[in-house]
């Protein structure tokens, strides 16, 4: 932002903006926003949608849709003394397992002192369970021994807070004037902590083509359009990754291991993978998985979930 600044950029902070602005050729030209307590509209020929998971654009032109496979919800909060184990793991994301359908849980370190803490199940767990969100956040907790350990102490420092509408994509990611980018255009299950990566890399690819937009005087949904196909294979090899996780929990650790995968693994959880010829591990762990079908007795076959995976 201050690069894009130095370099000619009007930057606004605190702002909120309110809608984006079409003109009567249904190309975008500029937004509406609030700023000390009074709209303005600013003119511009190309809209970047940024705004994460409160995802502007996509509610405005109705394009977003709940994922039909992950109807997750989170309740999470920021701790103190959480016991974080020794250097050098105290600055580590930890993830926990926890007993209950697609349930796991997030340690994340947000300064030397403070910990976000986070549990994670599908929504019908919480709504079965009819109870207050500390309640439910603490009975998870306690289901966990290894949690429950790192919670013995912790204060908790603000409040719940709660996360639905869990995992979603928009139907466009690029139309006339405008983009989606980050989670303002889509958003799935981070239990890997792709998210900012596969943000980062939605900025990179989308400015690539924005350039280009204004280098032809070009704004049409068909110049912006090769955003949204690179984006989407991105977010689609992703997206088959966790739903292979969730598959077969035990795939995860085994191909991790694998002399032969592991780069592969390792480039696919930091969301970095846009073609998916360059991941054959995924064959492999269909296969793998393809395998344990067909074996009743295989160790792991009473772990296979009904997770649709073609
Ligand atoms: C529970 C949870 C845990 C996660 N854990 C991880 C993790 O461990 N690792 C990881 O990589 N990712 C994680 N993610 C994902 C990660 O947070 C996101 O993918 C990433 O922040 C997306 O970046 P973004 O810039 O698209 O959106 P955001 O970071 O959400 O930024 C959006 C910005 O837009 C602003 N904004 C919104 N609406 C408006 C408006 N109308 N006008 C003006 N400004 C507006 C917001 O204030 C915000 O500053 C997690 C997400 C969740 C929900």
């Known amino acids: 932002m201050k690069h894009a600044e130095s370099l000619g950029s009007r ?3 605190g702002v909120q903006v309110s809608e984006v602005l079409f003109d009567e050729k249904n190309f975008t030209r500029g937004v509406r926003l609030r700023i000390a307590d009074q709209e303005i509209e600013v003119p511009s020929r190309m809209v970047v949608d940024a705004t994460g998971r409160q995802t502007l654009l996509g509610k405005q032109l109705r394009v977003k849709k709940n994922d039909p496979i992950f109807d997750q919800f989170a309740v999470h909060a920021w701790f103190k003394n959480v016991e974080r184990g020794k ?3 105290t600055d580590y994301i930890h993830i926990y397992f926890l007993p209950v359908e697609r349930g796991w849980a997030w340690q ?6 403070i910990t976000s803490m986070g549990i994670v199940a599908e929504k019908e767990v919480f709504k079965k369970g009819r109870m207050a969100p500390g309640e439910y956040f603490q ?18 420092i603000n409040d719940f807070k709660l996360e639905g509408d869990y995992s979603y994509k928009m139907d466009t990611f690029a139309g006339n004037g405008f983009v989606l980018i980050g989670d303002a255009a889509r958003f799935v299950d981070p239990i890997f902590s792709s998210g900012v990566s596969v943000a980062l890399y939605s900025a990179k690819y989308s400015s690539e083509r924005i350039q280009y937009a204004f280098e032809h005087n070009d704004f049409s949904e068909a110049a912006l359009k090769p955003y949204e196909k690179k984006l989407r294979s991105g977010t689609e090899i992703w997206y088959e990754f966790i739903r292979l996780y969730y598959k ?5 650790t085994k191909f991790i291991g694998s002399k032969e995968h592991r780069i592969e693994i390792l480039r696919l959880l930091q969301g970095e993978v846009f073609d998916r010829s360059e991941v054959p591990v995924l064959d492999a762990m269909r296969k793998y998985i393809k395998v344990v079908e067909e074996t009743p007795n295989h160790a792991f076959a009473s772990m296979l979930t009904d997770i649709p995976i073609s």
């Open 108 to 113: 994340i370190p947000i300064d030397h002192e």
């Open 248 to 252: 077969l929990l035990p795939l995860f």
């Open 11 to 13: 930057v606004y902070q």
């Open 139 to 156: 009975k998870y907790v306690d289901s966990n021994p290894d949690l429950q350990h790192a919670m013995r102490n912790a204060e908790r």
């Open 87 to 89: 250097e050098p793991s």
